[in-house]
């Protein structure tokens, strides 16, 4: 049971959570896919649980490696990307393509998916092991599943409608690559 304190070993304690909170992220999708949007709320939360948990184990246990960061950033990328921009697609916009016009359709979610991804890339070039900035520069991709969660639930209310819910979509991604300075907690 020494691997799991082993900085080294790709299956430390940290490493193992961070896996689990991908397993969250594909039940998540497995959920989104079959019409089950409150068990892929579920799982993308608990997804967003191990995601904080397994930083805090990293730094406690000194376990922060070059795979580990680029192992939360994957992590990152399925469960703050491509799940929550999922969810939305399949919840509020499949069968409404059409309506809304299909380019600003594909736009919207390509270019979320893609900022999201820019993001984090741009996270990973610039990251110290162990370290932890004292602010981030533009939203991070947890915050803006956050805001996609938030859009959901004012949907849901009939507040906004689905043309709304496209531009806070290209919002939102905007955000995530801003000079918004935003307080690392």
Same mark, same amino acid.
Request: aromatic share 18%; proline share 3%; charged share 10%.
């Given at each position: 049971?020494?691997?799991l304190y082993n900085k080294d $070993? $790709?299956?430390?304690?940290?490493? @193992?959570?961070?896996?689990?909170?991908?397993?969250?992220?594909?039940?998540?999708?497995?959920?989104?896919?079959?019409?089950?949007?409150?068990?892929?709320?579920?799982?993308?939360?608990?997804?967003?649980?191990?995601?904080?948990?397994?930083?805090?184990?990293?730094? %406690?246990?000194?376990?922060?490696?070059?795979?580990? @960061?680029?192992?939360?950033?994957?992590?990152?990328?399925?469960? =703050?990307?491509?799940?929550?921009?999922? =969810?939305?697609?399949?919840?509020?916009?499949?069968?409404?393509?059409?309506?809304?016009?299909?380019?600003?359709?594909?736009?919207?979610?390509?270019?979320?998916? *893609?900022?999201?991804?820019?993001?984090? &890339?741009?996270?990973?070039?610039?990251?110290? *092991?162990?370290?932890?900035? %004292?602010? =981030?520069?533009?939203?991070?991709?947890?915050?803006?599943? &956050?805001?996609?969660?938030?859009?959901?639930?004012?949907?849901?209310?009939?507040?906004?409608?689905?043309?709304?819910?496209? &531009?806070?979509? *290209?919002?939102?991604?905007?955000?995530?690559?801003? %000079?918004? %300075?935003?307080p690392h907690p």
């Amino acid at each position: 049971m020494l691997f799991l304190y082993n900085k080294d $070993h $790709h299956f430390n304690l940290a490493n @193992i959570v961070t896996f689990f909170n991908i397993t969250a992220g594909v039940f998540a999708i497995y959920y989104i896919t079959h019409g089950a949007f409150f068990a892929a709320a579920l799982f993308a939360w608990l997804g967003g649980a191990f995601d904080i948990i397994d930083g805090k184990i990293a730094r %406690k246990y000194n376990l922060s490696t070059q795979f580990g @960061i680029q192992l939360d950033s994957f992590a990152d990328f399925l469960s =703050f990307v491509i799940v929550p921009v999922m =969810f939305i697609y399949f919840a509020i916009i499949d069968g409404k393509e059409l309506l809304l016009f299909t380019p600003l359709v594909v736009f919207a979610f390509v270019y979320y998916i *893609i900022s999201g991804l820019r993001r984090l &890339i741009h996270f990973n070039i610039n990251s110290d *092991i162990g370290e932890v900035q %004292k602010f =981030f520069v533009g939203i991070p991709t947890p915050l803006g599943a &956050i805001l996609l969660w938030l859009i959901y639930l004012v949907w849901l209310t009939n507040i906004i409608n689905e043309e709304v819910v496209l &531009i806070f979509v *290209i919002l939102i991604a905007y955000l995530l690559n801003s %000079k918004i %300075k935003i307080p690392h907690p």
